[in-house]
């Protein structure tokens, strides 16, 4: 897959929820965006933050020529903070589309796939069940936020096909009171795969309820600096192979649950 560095234009950008920002783009990079999981490198709009910012795809639409990220924002010094000032017409230098995604390929009607998402590790599953969707498979989709004010996507995902959505909060909120943890416990579906994105805690307990399934893919997070696979600074010990590193940023960020230590 060709990968593009490219000024793309803003089309929209809006909080979505508290410190959430939604950030709709366009430009000719979306013609390449292929498996969902794959992620851009965004420059931020401050000359003395060098490092490139990694956000996942959220999702995209090939017609209009537009994709969305959903990004956090930090404090008044941080880069995704400069980056949530800009406004529609602003020009954005990204590179991408970057890393392997989750493979939706080998998903057929009728299996049943599950979902499990927290916090600002959810955007990159919506373009997942988008493309499940189309298969005819049932998908259960489990999200965990901290708190009602943070919950994202509940109307996108509510919106697909033959899916079934629980929501859990932290302090209560919204949903079920408690962590994502505790509605994969009340499950009575046996999944023929289950696709994961989120906080290190919650991909643990996913890893370990599921360590016997081959088809587990599990995206991770890493410090990032060249995002291309050039850098080494994104490594994880390889479980299937201990003198071998895995690059989250070019092998991953989607990886198989026996590839990774959690
Ligand atoms: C593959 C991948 C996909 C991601 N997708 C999303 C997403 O869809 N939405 C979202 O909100 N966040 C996502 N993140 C996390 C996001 O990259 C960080 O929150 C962001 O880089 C923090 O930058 P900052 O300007 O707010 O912080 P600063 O403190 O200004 O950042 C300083 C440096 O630390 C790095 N850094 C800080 N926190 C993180 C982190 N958690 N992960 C990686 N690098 C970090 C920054 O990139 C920067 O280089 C993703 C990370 C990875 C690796
Ligand atoms: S960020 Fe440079 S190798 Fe992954």
Not at 209 to 232: F, N, P, Q, T, W
Request: glycine share 10%; net charge negative.
């Amino acid at each position: 897959m060709p990968q593009l560095q490219e000024m793309m234009t803003i089309v929209s950008q809006r909080e979505v929820a508290k410190q959430i920002f939604e950030l709709i783009l366009t430009g000719e990079m979306v013609a390449e965006l292929d498996l969902p999981g794959q992620f851009l490198h965004l420059t931020v709009p401050n000359s003395a933050m060098l490092l490139r910012r990694p956000i996942s795809i959220s999702s995209w639409d090939k017609a209009a020529q537009t994709c969305t990220l959903l990004y956090r924002v930090g404090d008044e010094t941080t880069g995704t903070y400069a980056l949530s000032r800009l406004t529609a017409g602003a020009v954005v230098d990204v590179l991408g589309p970057l890393g392997n995604g989750f493979p939706v390929d080998e998903v057929k009607a009728g299996e049943e796939i599950l979902i499990i998402g927290g916090g600002i590790g959810v955007p990159p599953l919506y373009e997942l069940a988008k493309q499940l969707e189309a298969t005819g498979c049932q998908m259960t989709v489990l999200l965990g936020f901290a708190s009602a004010d943070v919950k994202i996507l509940e109307a996108e995902f509510s919106a697909l096909k033959n899916l079934k959505l629980k929501i859990a909060t932290d302090d209560g909120s919204y949903g079920t009171q408690g962590h994502v943890g505790l509605l994969m416990d009340e499950l009575t579906v046996t999944a023929d795969a289950v696709y994961t994105c989120g906080a290190p805690a919650m991909l643990k307990a996913v890893a370990r309820k599921y360590d016997a399934l081959e088809r587990l893919y599990i995206s991770m997070e890493s410090r990032m600096a060249c995002g291309v696979g050039a850098c080494y600074a994104c490594v994880e010990h390889d479980k299937e192979n201990e003198n071998h590193a895995l690059k989250v940023c070019e092998d991953g960020p989607v990886f198989r649950g026996k590839q990774l230590f959690l």
